[in-house]
């Protein structure tokens, strides 16, 4: 007898085929023979009229502190995610001794905005080593598969001690083998890879650059080499590039002596805005050479949201608004709408350092309901105010009391210079790239982008206006089998017997993504932005409903997944 049997579905397989109606048949999480259908199965569900997907495959999130009191991975779970792979930009929780969690924390909290009082009462430190990390994940229950990266900021400091965060220090060739070794130990444990940040983006609570920042090409090639010694094992790193051609030079000296894969992140900046396009035909020539390079890239602008009860929005420095801060928010929002308060918060001056980023109101959008992630020039506050006769401070101000003060201005930083997302649908375009960047589980006050596997699949397959679109098939594709791909899991990702049963049943004609939102549902009260969307009616992790109608089931079939590349 089989567990179930999905009736009359269109089903899109992961391969890039042109779709068809079928049914599916599930037996012990995994998909059966079509022989095999004319058995009876315990449960039915009718899915004519309904698409049905792979699960998505999201390879850059920041569970790595949140798997251990979220069983359930929100935001990932409403949005069809049904495999995560966190351990990204070389932040993590193992290796540490106990005398690092504050520091870890710390790191954690500044890289990824995750705030530390969340981190501190939810982790339990269960472990030191990298094996017992995944250990303790392994005796969790989870209602999606996992999958983690050896972190090289925990691991450096984890054997350097205090000099591994020092800049200025250099590792012993002694470190250098043991950093490899237990990188080479963790992934033979079941770790998928290994992690490293070098951008100056990324830095502590207190202003401190990432450890690995600076890590030198000894550093790094030992890794590698004593990585590709265990056969096993991918490679995932984020880097500036200021020195585009060198830089990209030590990342493939990397994979040769490791012969190991690697991912990049790769974005548009507007300061370097055509370097991305260098960066990808350096990957390119490497995958033409044989070396297995690839870059993860973003499916829309990375964005920050700016908001009253977000990390930032234009004011927050005004020292009119900071005599208001700390009163709730309906109480700060009637104080606001006085028109004195409000003459007197846009005559302050606001901090320079924060007006770049707060302020850049010709880069600043209302968000809107539906969201809307490709505005048009003329959409921005700084046109509209002038288009209005007034200042763009005096506009931005009105929109954020919005909603009750809950309304968020959103922000475009990345993969936006020419306010447009040609950018975005050209990198994915490129056969070296896959999906990436959301960053779910982190950026908890200024980012929501773990919402991008439901955006790829909406906005290009169905929504987008200003441009052109992409078949469908070929988006289920890229963030199914393709991502799967890239960390070595050949077990899922297409639709197919035998196959894990991780599978989307999506209702198309109301398929969309709803306005962020902010909720204070973490460890200790904290806060953290979070999306939702329209349309997922039932998301299976091995053949059984996780979540039905965006409401999780209870059901935990998830595991840590070992072992993913051979």
Request: glycine share 10%.
């Amino acid at each position: 007898m089989l567990d179930l049997k999905i009736l009359g579905g269109t089903i899109l397989d992961g391969t890039g085929a042109a779709r068809f109606e079928g049914d599916l048949g599930i037996r012990d999480g995994r998909i059966v023979e079509e022989s095999e259908l004319s058995e009876p199965a315990i449960r039915e569900i009718d899915a004519r009229g309904l698409l049905v997907t792979p699960g998505w495959v999201d390879v850059h999130t920041h569970y790595d502190g949140q798997v251990t009191w979220d069983p359930y991975l929100t935001p990932s779970i409403w949005h069809g995610v049904t495999t995560v792979v966190m351990g990204n930009c070389g932040v993590g929780f193992a290796p540490a001794v106990p005398d690092e969690h504050d520091w870890l924390i710390s790191l954690m909290e500044g890289v990824e905005d995750i705030p530390g009082t969340a981190l501190a009462e939810g982790i339990d430190w269960q472990w030191e080593s990298f094996p017992e990390y995944l250990d303790a994940i392994d005796r969790g229950k989870i209602a999606i598969d996992v999958l983690a990266q050896v972190p090289h900021g925990a691991l450096r400091v984890f054997v350097m001690g205090k000099r591994g965060a020092d800049h200025t220090a250099r590792p012993t060739t002694t470190e250098i083998e043991t950093m490899g070794r237990l990188a080479r130990e963790a992934i033979a444990a079941g770790a998928v890879g290994f992690s490293s940040s070098r951008t100056r983006n990324h830095r502590t609570r207190d202003g401190e650059y990432t450890p690995s920042l600076t890590a030198g090409p000894e550093e790094m090639l030992g890794i590698a080499r004593a990585i590709g010694e265990g056969g096993r094992g991918v490679f995932e790193m984020v880097a500036d590039f200021a020195h585009l051609e060198e830089d990209f030079a030590l990342l493939r000296e990397m994979v040769e002596v490791s012969g190991r894969p690697m991912s990049i992140s790769v974005a548009q900046n507007d300061r370097v805005p055509d370097q991305w396009r260098r960066l990808l035909d350096l990957i390119g020539e490497a995958a033409n050479d044989g070396l297995p390079m690839t870059a993860q890239v973003p499916p829309r602008a990375i964005g920050l949201l700016l908001g009253l009860q977000a990390s930032f929005h234009p004011f927050m420095t005004s020292p009119t608004y900071k005599g208001l801060e700390s009163l709730p928010l309906a109480e700060r929002v009637v104080r606001m709408q006085e028109p004195e308060t409000k003459s007197r918060i846009l005559a302050d001056e606001c901090a320079p350092g924060l007006a770049e980023l707060t302020s850049r109101f010709d880069r600043i959008f209302e968000l809107g309901d539906p969201p809307d992630y490709e505005p048009a020039r003329e959409d921005s506050l700084e046109a509209r105010a002038q288009a209005r006769g007034l200042a763009p401070a005096d506009l931005a101000y009105d929109l954020l009391l919005k909603d009750e003060g809950r309304a968020l201005l959103y922000r475009t930083f990345l993969n936006y210079t020419d306010y447009n997302l040609d950018v975005s649908r050209d990198m994915l375009l490129d056969p070296n790239t896959v999906p990436g960047l959301g960053d779910a589980g982190a950026h908890c006050g200024l980012i929501c982008d773990g919402s991008f596997p439901s955006f790829l699949l909406g906005h290009y397959g169905k929504d987008r206006t200003r441009g052109e679109r992409l078949d469908l098939e070929w988006l289920v594709k890229r963030q199914t089998a393709d991502t799967a791909r890239l960390v070595g899991l050949d077990d899922r990702g297409i639709i197919a017997p035998g196959k894990r049963a991780d599978l989307n049943l999506i209702d198309w004609q109301v398929f969309g993504l709803r306005p962020p939102e902010i909720l204070f549902d973490l460890p200790a009260g904290g806060k953290r932005l979070v999306q939702r969307a329209s349309g997922y009616r039932m998301t299976l992790v091995a053949g059984e409903p996780v979540c039905e109608e965006g409401k999780v089931t209870g059901a935990l079939p998830g595991r840590l997944v070992r072992h993913a590349t051979g």
